[in-house]
């Protein structure tokens, strides 16, 4: 495989603020993305959009929302074609935001319109006054920005309160999501070197594994000892699964198992959203409960073989119908197991995926619909490439996190993969 190595914070120099050394600059993180944000909103043509998503929200504010996506109604941006912004958030978060956020000037109190307040209260008339009051808001905040009558772009698609804007002589269209997302696709070296760290901290949560992982232990009690071990490092938990023995093919649905783990169960452990400083993991790896089969070292083989395969193929320029292709085929994806007849039935499974602010952001690579519908990979994208494979009853997984570099990939993930884990 083509690696490069990176020549700016070779190795993750640290998560901690020094003087002495130039590590991850939090203010230029902000202002790269603020700018990159405003540049899509003017190549897209927007006067201004407002931003509903919290992983937008995220990148064009820098304020720490809840959760990982979705638009709950309590905060949410506008972001004009000049740079500007106002921030609408909850009560507590928005005095909070007031003293500790300098570079947003403009926090005002939400209207919780859309989302959940509305979801609690049934609908009817008491929802309507809600997104009466957060389409009032939004429409001075325009007024404040010198929009008396734009172009807006919403993120995610708000038919209400599209046409409270609209009566109020706005132009709305539910592009905004799309814009932002290409904006978001390229990483700048902080972004990178935030899902470095990240990357460093689920390698922490997998060497908890190494040392949990025994006959006679539950898959709970050693997630919990890895969470634990993710969250003192300052890692953010927001999802994530352990499978063992019967429970790794086919995967289990659930994220929460109490299965007791045996001699010769492979455990496999797939760290998706954990997070640092909002930078979104996905990262699989394979362990095994005493020595593993003849027949798992195969299928590990396999499924290494095939993820380093699709990794040979990435590169800035490349279409991602070329990479897809590198995956495996019908029968090397058991689609006979599985009784399906196309490849976008096998979603989740053999892929690679963006990773940032959200875990799948562009671009997405897989033969369900690469193939047919191909985009052009570009310096910079990141992403986490995941395979698997089978030993006739249990299941192997493994995954990369990886920086497209010219010339190759810049793998952030660092736990060993050239062969299973071994533990007890």
């Known amino acids: 495989m083509p690696e490069v190595t990176p020549g700016y914070m070779e190795g993750s120099l640290g998560s901690t603020a020094v003087d002495w050394d130039a590590r991850l600059d939090m203010g230029r993180l902000r202002a790269t993305r603020t700018k990159r944000a405003q540049d899509a909103v003017t190549a897209a043509g927007y006067d201004a959009v407002l931003v509903l998503a919290d992983p937008n929200i995220r990148y064009v504010t820098s304020v720490a929302t809840s959760s990982v996506s979705g638009a709950g ?47 609690a209260l049934g609908g009817g008339d008491a929802a309507d006054a809600m997104l009466a009051a957060m389409a009032a808001e939004v429409a001075a905040a325009l007024d404040d920005h010198g929009i008396a009558a734009g172009r807006v772009g919403l993120d995610t698609a708000q038919p209400g309160l599209a046409r409270l804007l609209e009566a109020r002589g706005h132009t709305v269209d539910f592009g905004a999501g799309a814009a932002l997302a290409r904006a978001r696709a390229i990483k700048s070296e902080d972004e990178i070197e935030c899902l470095r760290i990240c990357a460093a901290i689920c390698e922490a949560g997998f060497q908890a594994m190494r040392e949990r992982i025994e006959p006679g232990i539950r898959d709970n009690e050693v997630w919990s000892e890895a969470v634990r071990r993710i969250i003192s490092l300052g890692g953010e938990h927001a999802g994530g699964k352990l499978s063992s023995g019967p429970d790794t093919w086919p995967k289990s649905q659930s994220d929460w198992s109490d299965r007791i783990i045996r001699p010769g169960d492979i455990v496999y452990a797939d760290f998706y959203n954990i997070g640092y400083n909002g930078y979104r993991s996905c990262y699989y790896r394979t362990f095994s409960s005493g020595p593993p089969k003849r027949e798992t070292v195969d ?96 299941g192997v ?24 884990t071994v533990v007890a």
């Open 299 to 394: 299928a590990y083989r396999r499924a290494v073989d095939n993820l380093y395969g699709v990794l040979d193929g990435i590169r800035p320029g490349v279409s991602t119908d070329e990479v897809a292709a590198r995956f495996p085929d019908a029968e090397a994806e058991y689609w006979d197991y599985y009784g399906i007849r196309d490849g976008w039935q096998m979603t989740t499974n053999h892929w690679g995926h963006g990773i940032g602010l959200q875990l799948y952001e562009i671009p997405l690579v897989w033969r369900g619909v690469s193939l047919d519908h191909p985009m052009t990979l570009e310096e910079g994208m990141t992403l986490a490439v995941e395979t698997q494979d089978r030993d006739g009853s249990q």
């Open 73 to 119: 109604g309590f905060h949410y941006s506008l972001l004009d074609a000049d740079g500007a912004i106002t921030h609408w958030d909850s009560a507590d978060h928005a005095v909070v935001q007031r003293r500790s956020c300098p570079w947003l000037t403009d926090i005002r109190y939400a209207a919780p319109g859309i989302g959940i307040v509305p979801a």
């Open 397 to 420: 997984r493994v995954e990369e996190m990886v920086v497209i570099r010219e010339g190759g990939v810049e793998l952030l993930s660092k736990w060993p993969v050239e062969e299973i």
